[in-house]
């Protein structure tokens, strides 16, 4: 059987451990929490999370392992069989998380974790989110999802980044990301709705007191 490690309040874990829910595929969760112990690094070459362990070994990156699982599992297809459409959606998911999700998470410890940050980081961070939230309201096609008509793993990313990042532009800068995109925030209402990211939220709001208590005892 698949085993899913990682921690249940990760945004990167979740992308796939939806992926696995909508593929219809047995898992497994294992607790993992990466780090830089000779056991983590052993699991993961750069000691993050998620990771898939399969017959053969661990594989790494969200993206490589969403890849593998569209290639080598049947279940719903969260990718285009065309090229060209393919592309589109593999280029949007990754427009999110370089241009939205990674700007975000230079300001998490403040915005999320009660930390202080330079005035540059975060000045830094609020202009690469607006030109990033920029070029998704140019590329993203929101009819209904993210790349068109069904779900696709660029939903993934929209699903656990976008939100993030407009945490951190509302609660750091006073900015709503979304205001001129209706169809965007239409999209995260239907995805809420959606029975399997319930079931992975519910896992994530169960962890979240542990894994803050584990962010305290570090600080």
């Known amino acids: 059987m698949i085993k899913l490690y990682g921690f249940s309040v990760s945004n990167y874990y979740n992308m796939v451990k939806l992926a696995l829910l909508e593929k219809g595929l047995p898992f497994e969760e294992v607790p993992f929490y990466g ?10 070459p750069r000691g993050k999370v998620p990771v898939l362990h399969v017959e053969q070994g661990f594989i790494n990156e969200t993206s490589i392992i969403l890849e593998y699982l569209e290639q080598n599992h049947n279940g719903t297809p969260l990718l285009p069989s065309d090229p060209f459409e393919r592309a589109q959606v593999l280029a949007l998911a990754r427009e999110i998380e370089l241009y939205i999700e990674l700007p975000a998470r230079a300001c998490y410890a403040e915005a999320f974790f009660g930390m202080t940050l330079p005035d540059a980081i975060k000045e830094k961070t609020k202009a690469e989110l607006l030109l990033g939230i920029a070029a998704l309201g140019r590329h993203g096609k929101f009819s209904p999802y993210a790349a068109g008509d069904s779900l696709s793993v660029a939903d993934l990313y929209f699903l656990y980044s976008v939100p993030l990042a407009c945490g951190v532009a509302h609660k750091l800068f006073g900015i709503d990301l979304l205001a001129e995109m209706p169809k965007a925030k239409a999209l995260l209402e239907r995805l809420e709705q959606n029975p399997n ?21 570090r600080r």
């Open 197 to 217: 990211v319930k079931r992975v939220a519910a896992d994530k709001e169960a962890a979240m007191p542990a894994f803050m208590a584990m962010i305290a005892a």
């Open 35 to 44: 780090g830089t112990t000779p056991e983590a690094l052993a699991i993961s």
